[in-house]
């Protein structure tokens, strides 16, 4: 079966700082990749895609970056966190082959604040 | 571009009562999957369940039920006789290409 990891579970860090979460799956290959935000009380915002290694597709213009350095690994990063880069991050994957409409499956979130 | 609306915040009730949450969805899409998540204290989103645009049949697993009306286009959920552990935050999504557009939520509280 597939899992999906990701860490750290939390992380405090101070405005400026650099930032790495990372995203793993097991179980599948050549999965499509996602990170989300969820800023407090509010919903889900897709930050970045990724439908294959190298291939990053930037949702929203922001402060972060991603890369996809193996097939099932997923990073988002930041050179200098912003106090609105705090939130709740998720990650997610669902199944190869670019059809519309695959079910996301959720990685159990890194929460992250930035002082 | 399409959207998700669910307009109840909040609902609270007490155990063993139904609670309906509703999703309307705009999409000019003929094909198209509306999806429901479930997001318990813990963070972790829970996927509940995944319907078609040419599926309109209504689904029931155990205490759970999706009405599935194109005509309006709405996706609603019920939860029958409900218990604390469905205490939670509900998404209805839609997706198009890759991509969910997720609701903003509703925040269901059951008192025990």
């Known amino acids: 079966s597939q899992t999906i990891h990701q860490w750290p579970a939390t992380l405090v860090q101070p405005v400026g700082s650099p930032l790495s979460l990372e995203c793993t799956v097991e179980g599948t290959s050549n999965p499509n990749l996602y990170w989300y935000r969820q800023a407090a009380g509010r919903g889900l915002q897709l930050l970045f895609y990724?439908?294959?290694?190298?291939?990053i597709s930037s949702e929203v213009p922001q402060n972060l970056s991603a890369s996809r350095p193996q097939d099932r690994q997923f990073i988002l990063s930041s050179k200098k966190l912003l106090l609105s880069d705090s939130g709740f991050y998720l990650c997610a994957w669902s199944g190869t082959g670019g059809n519309v409409g695959e079910t996301q499956y959720f990685g159990p979130g890194t929460r992250l604040l930035v002082l | 571009a399409q959207k998700v609306t669910q307009a109840q915040t909040e609902i609270s009730v007490v155990e063993k009562e139904d609670v309906t949450l509703d999703c309307v969805y705009e999409?000019?899409?003929?094909?198209?999957?509306l999806f429901w998540y479930k997001q318990p204290p813990s963070g972790e989103l829970v996927f509940l369940i995944r319907?078609?645009?040419?599926?309109?049949q209504n689904e029931i697993s155990g205490r759970y039920s999706w009405n599935f009306q194109k005509s309006t286009s709405s996706f609603n959920f019920t939860i029958t006789a409900s218990q604390v552990v469905d205490s939670a935050v509900y998404f209805c999504a839609l997706s198009e290409d890759y991509k969910l557009s997720f609701g903003a939520g509703t925040t269901v509280t059951v008192r025990a």
């Open positions: 990724s439908v294959g290694i190298g291939q």
């Open positions: 319907r078609n645009s040419f599926d309109e």
């Open positions: 999409t000019r899409d003929t094909t198209y999957y």
